[in-house]
Nanobody, 118 residues
Framework: QVQLVESGGGLVQAGGSLRLSCAAS????????MGWYRQAPGKERELVAR???????NYADSVKGRFTISRDNAKNTVYLQMNSLKPEDTGVYYC????????????WGQGTQVTVSS
């Protein structure tokens, strides 16, 4: 059974930091790129960070230089370190395996809410 379990969200002031974690089923984690997606209120879900199975990374321009994605292959876990948070980073964050540039592979988990106050 494919599972994605996100955690680590919360309420933080602008300029603060959060670290998100996502535990994934081995079946999708071990051979795929993984990514963090964000769905802001009233907007479509977008990919903000991607890490390949070989740990090459890509970021959306809006988070470049502030967010860092990493993976622990032994734990089937992907992380998102978010620094210098801005109110526009507010949203529900989801992880998923990534096919191609941004297509999600599996069903979505519950996500984790990030709220940045000004």
């Amino acid at each position: 059974q494919v599972q994605l379990v996100e955690s680590g969200g919360g309420l933080v002031q602008a300029g603060g930091s959060l670290r998100l974690s996502c535990a994934a089923s081995r079946i999708i984690f071990s051979v795929n790129a993984m990514g963090w997606y964000r769905q802001a209120p009233g907007k479509e879900r977008e990919l903000v960070a991607r890490i390949s199975s070989g740990s090459s990374t890509n970021y959306a321009d809006s988070v470049k230089g502030r967010f860092t994605i990493s993976r622990d292959n032994a734990k089937n876990t992907v992380y998102l370190q978010m620094n210098s948070l801005k109110p526009e980073d507010t949203g529900v964050y989801y992880c998923n395996a990534v096919i191609g540039r941004s297509t999600p592979l599996a069903s979505w988990g519950q996500g984790t809410q990030v709220t940045v106050s000004s």
